[in-house]
């Protein structure tokens, strides 16, 4: 195997050493502002606020997002063809919240000014609050101890709230604090009302035709000769307090701000939604609305929390990741999940498909009512699907690949139109979230729905050949370094999976199936058509393939491509790698987690040995699934180094693009690759199955599920496995093969069986050249 990769690797740069349970960052580092603001972002999935420097200078990407506020740009083509998109959808940066600027005997608080004794900063994952402290002396000689906290209520959607602190540190000073509501660049008429201590802000979009507005209060505790006042000026809404502190005297500003969007016409009954939301914000005060954040990630760690014995990185690395995660999707109840969360402005805020293979899996065992109303947001989107479809030539529902509201926002259609296994991806999770929950009230509202109408995309996109083999050709699978393949498997499974759902949930849900016209022919359609799928197979050795004819393609040139050349698409051009045989990222191998009823054991084994030869992990969705993967066939260190790798992603900004977001869905991979992975978890048919073994080096691993209504606690160690009913019913599941019931106080313990030594000593496969996995340290 070729040692460490050689890409870039920050180890963590510019954070100290980890906590279990918070981030902490090390001495402020200005090149790395962009970077630690996406990592110290807040969010509840209706509002997000990066974590920039409440004074605004210095700062790398200073943005505060609503989830659905978006504005349209053109999308031209210099050869236009019928069914390209002509518009996008872009999240775009709103009202700023969150600026308090401090004047010290008249000179303004700046890091890069003055001396700087102590800052520091800590995202607390158990609080979900940013906590800022300074001690910072002005360039005329004048202390103060500046402290900030902050949080955005994961059960407020569109509150923002924050304390600020100025303490004289020696002589007597004046100081003036000026909080702010700022408007946006990117949206246009900014036009405000000044309140008592505070006011009203709003700003319109042009294109997509939105009203955005903010709704603001202060409480001040100052000197009693402190003034207060607020003004309404061309760009913000602020509040000024200016007071002389005494030598320890301190001065506190709380602001609750409310912020939400709506379409242009309905701007007035916008801000009477605002004036309440802020009211009662205020009601709850400060110090309430931390006991109620605190409250609910009390109850979300007590049923997702993940305790790694052995690795301390890697155990604040997951939780961060799980924090993250839930942050994305708490209030997400008619929005999807975008890609970047509200972190950043990565990838247009738009939502893709690996939502549903990578977030919401996760979310169906630790928060399964936000995967619900993920797929509700799906749902919604059916009509303009159809329609969709439609124009595609296309039966039932075809989703877009990338969106905001559900328009096509994709201007590249090889690999966005032909990715068409997103239809399958949107089936699977809604199956998956079945099987995991038991809602059958979801199912009638939404799941039957979705998976029957993009069943029926498949009937037309596919063909039979002589021998009665299911084909579907000229489509893209999740390796974005192969376009426009036949059969890739990968799609043809989830096709099948799609197919037979649809079977199963019509016949479980009748009156469903009646709604959307389904008959006794279409049922015996899919099921004929799921049985015949073709999985391609190399012809010399019968391992599976990724595609046709995959592996006859000339092999990429590894062993000439530099390390700084990647990754290649920045590098060379698609149609060099399509041509290649080079894979991006998981593609065969995530149908091999996903689909195993496909493959036999050793099918799994070479398909990944062969896998890793040629798959250079170009995106950040790869690793996780290497890691589940990995551990499934035997190779427990290098499903170790894979975890990590998703697991770090950005907390030690492996991809260079942690600056614009948090990647969501190689967070959600994290939990993946310890839980599937290392607990070799499963979830398939609706009955959970493990099969847990740690790697060397790790002591203990102890992870929660929920299921059903109810919740297991799987804690692996000493060769041994013990389960534990948290709450709920009883729960049967299976533990390497072996069925048993856990009940409450009835914890069930089970060996952890020595792996095959012929597995054991099965050498590790190979990376390309310079592709290895990043080490663990």
């Not at 155990?315 to 999940?337: E, K, N, P, S, Y």
Request: proline share 6%; hydrophobic share 40%.
């Amino acid at each position: 195997m070729p040692t460490a990769d050689e890409r870039p690797d920050h180890s963590g740069a510019g954070l100290a050493a980890p906590h279990a349970w918070a981030v902490r960052e090390g001495p402020l580092d200005l090149d790395r502002l962009a970077q630690v603001e996406s990592l110290f972002a807040l969010s509840n999935g209706r509002c997000g606020v990066r974590g920039s420097l409440e004074e605004g200078d210095p700062a790398g990407t200073r943005g505060t997002y609503l989830s659905g506020a978006f504005e349209l740009w053109p999308l031209t083509y210099p050869e236009y063809s019928y069914g390209y998109p002509t518009v996008q959808e872009r999240l775009v940066p709103v009202l700023d919240p969150t600026r308090v600027e401090l004047l010290v005997d008249g000179e303004p608080l700046d890091v890069r000014t003055g001396e700087l004794a102590e800052h520091e900063r800590v995202l607390d994952l158990r609080s979900g609050t940013l906590h800022r402290h300074l001690r910072w002396t002005s360039p005329g000689g004048h202390a103060v101890v500046v402290g900030s906290q902050r949080l955005v209520p994961l059960e407020r959607p569109g509150l923002v709230a924050l304390e600020y602190t100025v303490r004289a540190d020696g002589a007597p000073v004046d100081v003036e604090v000026r909080s702010s509501v700022l408007a946006s660049e990117h949206l246009h008429e900014a036009r405000g009302w000044a309140g008592q201590r505070g006011g009203r802000l709003r700003q319109r979009t042009d294109g997509s035709g939105l009203a955005v507005a903010a709704h603001v209060e202060h409480d001040v505790l100052a000197p009693a000769a402190a003034q207060v006042r607020s003004l309404a000026l061309t760009d913000r809404v602020v509040t000024t307090v200016r007071t002389r502190l005494g030598s320890g005297e301190l001065l506190r500003l709380r602001k609750v701000v409310s912020l939400g969007w709506a379409p242009e016409s309905e701007r007035d009954d916008l801000d009477a939604r605002l004036a309440e939301l802020l009211a009662d914000g205020v009601r709850t005060g400060w110090e309430g609305l931390c006991r109620e954040q605190r409250a609910v990630l009390d109850d979300f760690w007590a049923h997702a929390d993940v305790e790694v014995e052995g690795d301390d990185d890697l155990q604040q690395a997951v939780r961060f990741a799980l924090f993250h995660v839930f942050q994305a999707a708490a209030q997400g109840t008619d929005r999807g999940i975008p890609a970047k969360g509200l972190t950043g402005t990565g990838y247009d805020g738009h939502t893709f498909w690996d939502t549903e293979v990578f977030v919401l899996p996760v979310l169906n065992h630790v928060w399964p009512q936000a995967a619900a109303e993920a797929l509700r947001w799906r749902h919604r989107m059916l009509p303009a699907a159809r329609e969709r479809a439609r124009e595609l030539g296309l039966a039932g529902a075809s989703f877009p690949w990338r969106t905001i509201t559900g328009r096509e926002s994709s201007g590249y259609w090889p690999a966005g139109t032909a990715a068409v296994h997103l239809g399958a991806d949107i089936a699977d999770a809604a199956v998956r979230h079945l099987h995991a929950t038991g809602d059958e009230d979801l199912a009638r509202e939404a799941l039957v729905d979705l998976v029957v109408e993009t069943a029926r995309t498949w009937v037309v996109l596919g063909r039979e050949d002589a021998e009665g083999r299911f084909h579907v050709d000229g489509v893209t699978g999740p390796d974005e370094y192969s376009a426009l393949v036949d059969d890739n498997a990968y799609t043809n499974l989830m096709a099948q999976a799609n197919l037979r759902a649809a079977v199963e949930l019509t016949k479980q849900f009748p009156a469903q199936a009646e709604a959307l016209g389904v008959d006794d022919a279409e049922l015996a359609e899919f099921a004929r058509l799921a049985d015949a799928v073709h999985l391609p197979r190399d012809p010399v050795t019968g391992v599976p393939a990724q595609d046709e004819g995959a592996t006859q393609r000339k092999r990429w040139d590894f062993e000439g491509t530099r390390p700084d050349q990647y990754p290649l698409a920045d590098s060379f051009p698609y149609f060099s790698l399509y041509r290649r045989q080079v894979v991006k990222q998981a593609d065969l191998v995530l149908a091999l987690y996903l689909r195993p009823e496909a493959f036999t054991w050793e099918d799994k084994r070479d398909a990944f040995e062969h896998a890793e030869g040629v798959t250079v992990r170009d995106s950040s969705l790869s690793a996780a699934v290497q890691a589940v993967v990995a551990a499934e066939v035997g190779h427990l260190d290098l499903a170790a180094e894979y975890a990590h790798e998703a697991a770090f992603v950005d907390l030690h900004d492996l991809r260079g693009k942690t600056a614009d977001g948090l990647h969501i869905a190689s967070l959600g991979g994290a939990w993946l690759a310890l839980v599937a992975g290392y607990g070799g978890m499963r979830d398939a048919g609706g009955e959970l199955a493990f099969a847990p073994r740690l790697p060397d080096g790790l002591r203990g691993l102890r992870f929660r599920t929920r299921h059903r209504g109810s919740c297991v606690e799987v804690s692996v160690r000493d060769a041994q496995t013990t389960y534990r009913l948290v709450d709920g019913g009883p729960v049967h599941a299976r533990h390497h093969g072996r069925g048993f019931t856990v009940a409450r106080d009835e914890p069930v313990t089970l060996p952890v069986p020595a792996l095959d030594p012929e597995v054991a000593a099965r050498p590790s496969p190979s990376q390309p050249a310079h592709r290895g996995p990043r080490r663990r340290r």
